[in-house]
C-alpha cells in the first residue's frame, strides 16, 4: 500500500492540479490551459463540473494525473497567504518530489538486502527527499530536481539489478497503474 502522505486527497486541496499544471489540446485534453489559470470547469468550491464526464468529454489526462499526495502539502502550506504564484510553483516541486518519494519507497519494499547495500542508499535518498517536501515552502522554490531525478533513476537501476530483473522493477515501478484523482 502507498504510504498515506503519497496519496493524492481532492478533499483538502485547492484544486492544484486544475489550476497549476498547463496542458495542450491533445488526445488528453479538449483544449489548452496556460499554467496558473484555473481550468475553465473548475467551480469556487473546488470540484470539477464535469468530473463524471472527464473520460468521454475529452479529459483521459485528467482521469490518469496523480499528484501522489503534492496536492494537500502544497494547499496546507500556503494555507493563510495569498501568494497563489508561490503556491503553484511550490505545488509543481512537490509534484516530483513526490513522486520520486513513491517511486523509491516501492522500490525500498522490493529491494531485498544486498552485498552493495542498495537499500540503505535508498533509505538515505527518501530521508533527503521527505526532509525537502517538509521543509519551509519559500524554500522550495529553490530546490535543483535534477540531481534527485538523477539519483533516483540510478537507484531504480540498482534495485533492478539487485532482485535480478530490471524489466520487472520497471513494470513494478514505472508502469504501475496511476490512481485517478478521488475528486469528489
Ligand atoms: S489530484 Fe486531487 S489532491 Fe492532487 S492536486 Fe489534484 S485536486 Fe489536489
Known amino acids: ?4 502522505d503519497l496519496v493524492p486527497d481532492c478533499g483538502n486541496c485547492a484544486a492544484l492540479c486544475c489550476v497549476a499544471t ?7 485534453f479538449a483544449f489548452d490551459k496556460a499554467a496558473g489559470v484555473g481550468c475553465r470547469y473548475l467551480m469556487r468550491d473546488c470540484r470539477c463540473a464535469i468530473h463524471d464526464e472527464l473520460a468521454v468529454r475529452g479529459f483521459p489526462g485528467c482521469v490518469a494525473y496523480d499528484c501522489y499526495g503534492a496536492g494537500p502539502r502544497a494547499t496546507r502550506a500556503f494555507t493563510g497567504t495569498h501568494d497563489a504564484e508561490q503556491r503553484n510553483e511550490a505545488f509543481l516541486v512537490l509534484r ?6 513513491w517511486l523509491l519507497t516501492e522500490a525500498a519494499k522490493l529491494c531485498p538486502s544486498s552485498p552493495d ?3 540503505a542508499q535508498l533509505a538515505l535518498e527518501i530521508e533527503v527527499l521527505d526532509a525537502i517536501a517538509r521543509g519551509p515552502a519559500p524554500a ?3 530546490v535543483d530536481l535534477r540531481p534527485h531525478r538523477d539519483a533516483a533513476r540510478a537507484l531504480l537501476r540498482r534495485v533492478g539489478v ?6 520487472r522493477a520497471v ?5 504501475a497503474p496511476r490512481a485517478p484523482p478521488p475528486r469528489p
Open 1 to 4: 500500500m502507498r504510504r498515506p
Open 22 to 28: 498547463s496542458f495542450e489540446a491533445s488526445d488528453d
Open 96 to 101: 516530483v518530489v513526490h513522486e520520486l518519494l
Open 117 to 119: 547495500d542498495v537499500g
Open 140 to 142: 522550495l522554490l529553490e
Open 162 to 167: 539487485a532482485i535480478g530483473d530490471r524489466r
Open 171 to 175: 513494470l513494478a515501478l514505472g508502469l
